[in-house]
C-alpha cells in the first residue's frame, strides 16, 4: 500500500512558476508509472504528465508540453511537477497517482490504470 501527498500549489499570477511535489510512504519504484493528473471545475480528470520508475523516460500532455517538467527522486520517494509559464487554464487541483506495478489496461494517460491517488493540491492562476 502507498500512500500520497501532494504539496507545493498555490496561487500566482500568469506567467509565473510553481514546483508541485508528491512524497509516497513507499517505494514509487513498486509502481511502473507514477504521474500527475489535474482537475478543474466542471471538467474530467486530466493526465498532464507521466514519468518511468524505472528507466526515468518521461510523457506530457500535448497542452502542457514544454512548460511542465516531471522528475523523480527515487532516493526520496518523491515526484516532482515544475510548471513554467502558468497560464489560467491551468488552474485546477493536480493529483499525483501511482500504479501498482501491473501491466497497463489502458492508455497510460488514462486515470483507470492508476490505484494510489494523493488528496490533491490546488493550483490557481489569475491573468
Known amino acids: 500500500q502507498v500512500q500520497l501527498e501532494e504539496s507545493g500549489g498555490g496561487s500566482v499570477q500568469a506567467g509565473g512558476t510553481l514546483r508541485l511535489s508528491c512524497t509516497a510512504s513507499g517505494d514509487l519504484r513498486s509502481s511502473v508509472y507514477v504521474g500527475w493528473f489535474r482537475q478543474a471545475p466542471g471538467k474530467e480528470r486530466e493526465g498532464v504528465a507521466f514519468i518511468s520508475t524505472q528507466s526515468a523516460v518521461t510523457w506530457y500532455g500535448n497542452s502542457v508540453k514544454g512548460r511542465f517538467t516531471i522528475t523523480l527522486d527515487n532516493a526520496k520517494s518523491t515526484l516532482y511537477l515544475q510548471i513554467s509559464n502558468l497560464k489560467p487554464e491551468d488552474t485546477a487541483v493536480y493529483y499525483c497517482?501511482?500504479?501498482?506495478?501491473?501491466?497497463?489496461?489502458?492508455?497510460?494517460?488514462?486515470?483507470?490504470?492508476?490505484?494510489?491517488w494523493g488528496q490533491g493540491t490546488q493550483v490557481t492562476v489569475s491573468s
Open positions: 497517482a501511482a500504479d501498482e506495478g501491473k501491466p497497463l489496461k489502458f492508455n497510460l494517460f488514462n486515470s483507470k490504470n492508476y490505484k494510489y
